[in-house]
């Protein structure tokens, strides 16, 4: 058996980002950007007005209040095309191109109008108030997104301001997912006596989604070495492929021995990792494939801890994209860990002095799913770790938040 370490060093160093693809910036929502990108204008594109107000030209309103001929209007989109003379003033809007001559704009409502010719300044600007000048936010050519960066929703105003409505961002890698075994159907079928719902099908695809992949749902080989040939074949169009069950040493746990004939090349099979120990990593007819083991717990854990940072790789990620560790004390006492190190499911709380507090369930079979959806994080065991007592400082990973990102 290998360390988690060194499994999920072998599962990295295979893979590399998938190449990139062009796409319309309305689809780039959690997409990663495969090459810098530079604005293709200035913003804004020249001197404008922050305020509905006057154009003036400072000088004239040394001493306030004073009267302004007023001359013409700079509406946003627009613009005034002669000049602000001394003594003048163009009515102007937010947004609208300053005009000519003047060096400032004064707010409409340090004004008055004593008739419709003239303007009345009743508080002095100093130059280039409330104007934003030409390239205040940006100017052409400048780059202001750099290759790998996953876009969220602040980045596409950006790049939609930035004039850029087609973008090279990294394939979103496809994830093909094959469940195993006679006793699982899918949610909603038929269920026979000792049937159970294929829960990792539906948990995994969820996760791949969540990860910013694409998930396809092969289906459920069952424990002939026929149909797991047949349903495995579906996954070469795929970038990465994930099965569950038939990982173990069972007379059914077919996947090596049936994908073997198929030309799986395994680099190694079972870590000291719990849960999760028959895990498989290997190449199918050139598709990496993580053999992930049947019990619904072990498959998450599985998918967050290898999965996880295997896709970020394949989309231009860093591998630890996704993963949050921190520390946290725990509120109970543990036991010594043997060779296998442990992800125990557990909850968090605040403490009365701000710590906060871990707790792992006591039950932590690796068929429990409810523990699993109500936990806050995974509590670490190191493999051979020694006794624990409560107050310790242990470490702690959360669950990956969605990728989709304001
Ligand atoms: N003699 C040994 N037996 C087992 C060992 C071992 O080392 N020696 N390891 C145990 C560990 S640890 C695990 S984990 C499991 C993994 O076994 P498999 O990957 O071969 O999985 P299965 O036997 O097919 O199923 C295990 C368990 O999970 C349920 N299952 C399977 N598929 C799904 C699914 N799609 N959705 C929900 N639940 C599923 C299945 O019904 C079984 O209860 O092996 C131990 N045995
Ligand atoms: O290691 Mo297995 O993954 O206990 O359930």
Redesign the pocket.
């Known amino acids: 058996m290998i360390s988690v370490q060194e499994a999920r060093q072998r599962i990295l160093s295979s893979l590399s980002a998938l190449p990139p693809e062009q796409i319309f910036l309305s689809s780039a929502l959690g997409r990663v950007l495969a090459e810098d990108v530079s604005a293709r204008c200035t913003q804004p594109p020249v001197a404008v007005s922050a305020m509905d107000g006057y154009a003036v030209r400072a000088a004239d309103t040394a001493t306030v209040p004073a009267d302004l001929t007023v001359i013409g209007e700079a509406p946003a989109g627009g613009g005034f095309n002669g000049v602000v003379n001394p003594g003048e003033a163009v009515r102007i809007f937010t947004g609208g191109p300053v005009p000519e001559g003047a060096d400032a704009v004064v707010m409409q409502e340090d004004t008055e109008r004593p008739d419709k010719k003239s303007v009345r300044i009743k508080l002095a600007p100093h130059e280039g108030k409330f104007i934003r000048p030409a390239g205040l936010d940006f100017s052409e050519g400048e780059t202001l997104l750099r290759a790998g960066k996953t876009l969220n929703a602040r980045d596409i105003a950006l790049l939609a301001a930035m004039n850029v409505p087609w973008l090279m961002v990294r394939q979103r890698p496809t994830v093909a997912i094959l ?3 006679d ?2 159907v899918m949610p909603g079928e038929p269920l026979g006596p000792s049937q ?6 539906l948990g995994l695809a969820a996760t791949v989604e969540a990860l910013g992949c694409r998930a396809q749902i092969l289906g ?1 080989a069952r424990d002939t070495p026929e149909s797991l040939r047949q349903m495995a074949t579906a996954a070469a169009s795929a970038d990465f492929l994930v099965t ?7 007379d ?2 077919l ?1 090596q021995f049936v994908l073997g004939d198929e030309g799986l090349k395994v680099d190694f099979w079972k870590i000291a990792m ?5 895990l498989i990593f290997g190449q199918l007819a050139g598709t990496p494939m993580l ?6 717990v ?2 998450m854990v599985c998918s967050l801890v290898f999965l996880a940072p295997a896709l970020a790789v394949l989309a231009g990620k860093s591998p630890d994209a996704f993963e949050r560790r921190g520390r946290a004390k725990l509120s109970v006492d543990i036991p010594e860990n043997d060779h296998r190190e442990e992800m125990l499911r557990a909850t968090l709380q605040k403490g009365s002095n701000g710590d906060l507090l871990v707790t792992p369930y006591k039950k932590q079979d ?2 429990m799913l409810s523990k699993l959806s109500n936990a806050d994080c995974l509590l670490v065991r190191p493999a051979n770790a020694p006794a624990s007592r409560a107050g310790e400082e242990v470490e702690i990973v959360f669950f990956p938040s969605s990728d989709l990102s304001l």
């Open positions: 469940a195993t075994g006793e699982v159970i719902i294929s829960s990792n099908s459920i569950t069950g038939g990982a173990s040493v069972g059914h746990d996947i719990r849960p999760g120990k028959p053999g992930l083991p049947g019990n619904p072990s498959s690796s068929s």
